[in-house]
């Protein structure tokens, strides 16, 4: 099987391929919106899913959008399967290869993994999180979800003059990771909005600016995007207690009230509710958690189709990010 192109980091892509998979996200809305939410576009082919971290969002949502489009799935169970025996990551990544699979999606905990996956598979292969490092298709789906819900399409000047604050732990945030290298991709503004010791070791290269007052920040902002504590990853007392964290940090029925007219809540999730956000934020009208889930499977849709139905033997510049989807007519079938 020829090789296929990967997605492992957002810097893949370039504003160019971002902004493509944001607009060829716009078709496969529409097709989620049909009485049967199915086109046969990538039929014949099969998309496993590895995660040796749990997942409810992600997995699920590429495994829905693999099958509306027509894509068979495989889903590899960690815990059930020969991992826990001792096989190694290169011998389940070589197993799924050589059962002719076409994806392989997976989460790990090690930082780099997706990128050494590629070493060893022909497989197209896509990063659903590693470790610290980064999670592009939860970028490009906020990305999306910004797009759609403030109006940013590129006659009204898409992301330039958006300001954007990413409130809490970035220091252990993969996806604070890729939502900074795509926003900044696309000209948006970039705070980050944390205390020192949850900010990353090093920002050098990062197209942000950092702020430790998040009242100061919020009158001023169009997204705040709130991150969740990840007490999993934390080897050492950080801040004092939760409750001080909530009280400097967290996003608040009153701190809410101080948002912009227009602006928007947005959590990756899941999220600790009554930590990083309140349970009545996150149920209000400007909060877009569940759009954002509802948006991942048409963004997911969007990447398989480009790593798995355009021609693989176009580069990732001059054509796999141009090809358009068959999608429309007896072509594919889905008339209406």
């Known amino acids: 099987m020829t090789k296929r192109q990967s997605l492992l980091s957002v810097d893949d892509l370039g504003r160019g391929g971002i902004e493509r998979v944001l607009e060829l996200a716009d078709t496969f809305a529409e097709v989620s919106e049909r009485l049967i939410p199915k086109v046969p576009t990538l039929r014949g082919r099969t998309v496993a899913t590895l995660f040796f971290e749990n997942s409810t969002r992600t997995r699920l949502s590429f495994e829905t959008a693999a099958k509306r489009l027509s894509a068979d799935t495989a889903s590899l169970q960690v815990a059930t399967s020969s991992v826990q025996k001792g096989e190694s990551l290169r011998d389940t990544a070589e197993t799924l290869d050589a059962m002719g699979v076409d994806a392989i999606v997976i989460r790990h905990p090690a930082s780099g993994a997706p990128r050494r996956v590629t070493d060893w598979v022909d497989a197209a292969v896509i990063n659903a999180g590693d470790g610290e490092h980064e999670h592009p298709t939860q970028a490009l789906l906020d990305c999306y979800t910004m797009r759609e819900t403030l109006g940013l399409g590129r006659g009204s000047g898409g992301f330039e003059g958006l300001r954007v604050a990413i409130v809490g732990d970035a220091r252990h945030s993969r996806v604070c990771r890729s939502n900074v290298l795509a926003l900044g991709a696309l000209g948006a503004t970039v705070t980050l909005v944390a205390p020192r010791t949850l900010l990353p070791a090093s920002l050098e290269g990062w197209p942000v600016r950092v702020?430790?007052?998040?009242?100061?920040?919020?009158?001023?902002?169009?997204?705040?995007?709130?991150?969740?504590?990840?007490?999993?990853?934390?080897?050492?007392?950080?801040?004092?207690?939760?409750?001080?964290?909530?009280?400097?940090?967290?996003?608040?029925?009153?701190?809410?009230?101080?948002?912009?007219?227009?602006?928007?809540?947005?959590?990756?999730?899941?999220?600790?509710?009554?930590?990083?956000?309140?349970?009545?934020?996150?149920?209000?009208?400007?909060?877009?958690?569940?759009?954002?889930?509802?948006?991942?499977?048409?963004?997911?849709?969007?990447?398989?189709?480009?790593?798995?139905?355009?021609?693989?033997?176009?580069?990732?510049?001059?054509?796999?990010?141009?090809?358009?989807?068959?999608?429309?007519?007896?072509?594919?079938?889905?008339?209406?």
């Open 211 to 336: 702020c430790s007052d998040l009242d100061e920040v919020i009158p001023a902002i169009d997204v705040c995007y709130v991150l969740r504590l990840q007490a999993e990853r934390m080897r050492e007392a950080l801040f004092p207690s939760l409750h001080e964290y909530r009280e400097r940090f967290g996003l608040t029925e009153e701190r809410a009230r101080h948002l912009r007219p227009g602006a928007v809540v947005m959590h990756p999730g899941p999220m600790n509710r009554g930590v990083e956000i309140d349970d009545a934020v996150a149920s209000s009208a400007n909060a877009l958690v569940a759009r954002q889930v509802r948006n991942g499977v048409a963004v997911r849709m969007a990447v398989l189709y480009l790593l798995l139905g355009a021609p693989v033997e176009v580069g990732l510049d001059e054509g796999l990010f141009g090809a358009e989807p068959e999608l429309g007519g007896r072509a594919v079938g889905f008339g209406a």
